[in-house]
């Protein structure tokens, strides 16, 4: 069967926003995602969007697995954050040798895969694998996951330890249910522990590979989205998680503001509430522009058969970063106008400013360490 083309995985993504948005509040109080939620992505093929066509994927790049985030996320961000890294991970897996795919996906093209790439975990050679364990934290999504991609230092004689990333059964993990948090508190992201587990060889490989985008598997699934460089175009799926819980916000703020008395006057009569809406919309709207142009740019560079340079990776990182900050930064100014109402737990908007300070707080989004990176390569290489 093809693929259902970008434009028609959009409207899926728009008929579900209110959805979400209706399931928000319990999303919220489950601390992960309805199981409706995964079925409504599942069945509207929006958790195939960078999987191996060879496993039931459409193999579609960043700008399109990003524009589907933009959209879910203005129902609900949690639930589109979610939606989010399953296809990201499909992504990463496909990179992965021949043979760790069809163990992931082989009896089941929908299986889920949940992660913790971080290098929490420690492993050792052993023969014809590694022994692996740890204890490893921001697992989103794991609840409804069937395997997981952790990261780990993996020790050999004689070498410094190197990060490598492991594909593991959940089966094998210990799940801890410790997600309390402030923001994005309903995408499950939970921790887990491994107890020394042996992984077969064929399943775990050079982080490097995952940063790159040069993983074994890209000599079999050739579409560019399995060589999406990890540390930088990949960042750009969570700046579009922010960009549209910042049009959601702002779509929330006007209702409420074009309703809201203060004191007996209409506060949507205030000079300074006018300005702040208008200035927020064109950063808002700005930001959107630039991640879009930014997405079309590498994606194009990638499918041309191209490959980003480091300068190159440092700014597509910094891209991502500035879409979030300029998105969050727009959010904050019309919050701090939205008056004491705003705060109450029945009211949207406290949700969606929290979940968008919550996206910004990624690493991948952290402004602060990316333009210095960027700004200095930069001025060193003489070229923007």
């Not at 069937?146 to 990261?151: A, E, H, I, P, T």
């Not at 004689?158 to 309390?180: N, R």
């Not at 040069?214 to 750009?236: C, E, I, K």
């Not at 009211?347 to 707080?361: E, K, S, V």
């Amino acid at each position: 069967m093809a693929a259902p083309r970008p434009e028609e995985l959009y409207r899926r993504a728009e008929a579900l926003v209110p959805v979400l948005a209706e399931r928000a509040p319990r999303c919220e109080a489950l601390r992960h995602c309805p199981p409706e939620t995964i079925e409504d992505l599942a069945r509207n093929g929006l958790l195939q969007i960078c999987r191996p066509a060879k496993y039931n994927g459409y193999e579609y790049g960043w700008d399109v697995l990003c524009e589907v985030n933009r959209i879910l996320a203005r129902g609900c961000a949690s639930q589109a954050w979610v939606a989010n890294v399953y296809n990201d991970h499909t992504q990463l897996v496909g990179a992965f040798l021949p043979e760790a795919q069809q163990e992931v996906w082989g009896a089941d093209p929908d299986m889920r895969i949940a992660a913790s790439i971080a290098p929490s975990g420690k492993a050792r050679r052993a023969p014809g694998g590694a022994i692996f364990g740890g204890h490893f934290s921001f697992s989103s999504g794991i609840d409804y996951a069937g395997w997981l991609l952790c990261g780990g230092l993996l020790e050999e004689e004689g070498k410094p330890p190197k990060w490598h990333d492991f594909l593991v059964p959940k089966s094998e993990a210990k799940i801890t249910d410790d997600w309390y948090v402030a923001g994005l508190t309903g995408t499950g992201s939970k921790s887990f522990v491994l107890e020394e587990v042996f992984i077969p060889a064929h399943r775990f490989q050079d982080h490097i590979h995952s940063d790159d985008g040069t993983g074994p598997g890209t000599t079999t699934n050739r579409a560019a989205v399995f060589r999406t460089p990890r540390a930088s175009v990949a960042a750009l799926g969570f700046a579009a998680l922010a960009v549209g819980a910042a049009e959601g916000f702002l779509t929330l703020y006007f209702d409420h503001t074009r309703a809201r008395r203060g004191r007996g006057i209409t506060v949507a009569d205030f000079g300074s509430t006018q300005m702040g809406l208008a200035k927020a919309t064109a950063e808002i709207e700005s930001a959107a522009a630039y991640l879009t142009a930014t997405l079309d740019h590498w994606v194009r560079l990638m499918e041309r058969g191209g490959s980003l340079s480091a300068q190159e990776k440092l700014k597509a990182r910094f891209q991502a970063a500035f879409s979030g900050r300029k998105s969050l930064d727009a959010v904050h100014a019309l919050f701090a106008a939205s008056g004491g109402h705003a705060l109450l737990d029945s009211n949207p908007l406290q949700r969606h400013w929290r979940d968008l300070m919550a996206i910004c707080t990624h690493r991948g989004l952290y402004l602060d360490e990316s333009a210095p990176a960027y700004g200095k390569s930069a001025l060193e290489s003489g070229a923007l």
